[in-house]
């Protein structure tokens, strides 16, 4: 919080340019046809499903337990699932967007300082008094944050995550599936990140098994 009200002090002082004035107009009503049905599966759905497992439930999981240990024997895969399933279901009807955990969310609050639940519950709290605002006073606060506050607080939360101690303490064998998953990530999308990720640790896993069976 202090770091982008810090930006958002810095922009002003700086005289930076606005960003785009934020609408809160709906979209009209539009029923797809088959093929963007099909653009939505393999573009958006499948993708979104692979990131959301990976990202906002296993890796949720192991980087609450490498950060807060054993405080947070709670927090498992099926637990993530089904917070995250139990709220989409709950607030969609009523015009949210859809949600999840994630790693990143983890990584930069403790990063930053937050050690208890608290600082997600001051965050809920600004973002309800917001929401209780008119619309022109929210899309006045919400583009004074300069873009590159949030590129920095991304930037940060990304190397830390991606500069691990698990990246770091692999073993030899398991580094050729973290780059195929890594290259086909950024190359392509997140599922076939996932796929490519699979293949390759089954891959592994055989030739390990074969090289002790041999040696037995």
Do not use: Y
Request: glycine share 8%; aromatic share 4%; with cysteine.
């Amino acid at each position: 919080m202090l770091t982008i009200i810090v930006g958002i002090g810095a922009g002003m002082a700086l005289g930076l340019p606005d960003a785009p004035a934020l609408t809160a107009a709906p979209a009209p009503l539009s029923f797809p046809d088959m093929q963007d049905l099909c653009r939505a599966v393999t573009d958006l759905a499948l993708p979104q499903l692979a990131l959301t497992l990976t990202n906002a439930v296993f890796l949720t999981a192991l980087v609450a337990g490498d950060l807060f240990r054993e405080r947070a024997a709670h927090v498992t895969p099926r637990r993530l699932c089904l917070t995250s399933g139990l709220a989409n279901l709950v607030l969609a009807p009523l015009g949210a967007l859809p949600m999840c955990h994630g790693a990143g969310g983890v990584v930069a609050h403790h990063r930053f300082g937050a050690r208890s639940g608290a600082a997600p519950c001051l965050i809920g709290v600004a973002l309800l008094i917001i929401a209780a605002l008119p619309v022109s006073v929210q899309a006045s606060i919400l583009s004074a944050i300069p873009a590159a506050t949030l590129g920095a607080l991304l930037g940060i939360a990304a190397w830390n995550l991606a500069i691990s101690h698990r990246l770091i303490d692999a073993r030899p064998s398991c580094r050729p599936v973290i780059a195929a998953a890594a290259l086909a990530t950024v190359f392509a999308n997140p599922l076939w990140g996932l796929l490519a990720g699979t293949v390759v640790e089954i891959l592994r896993k055989a030739i390990i098994s074969t090289i002790k069976t041999r040696h037995h």
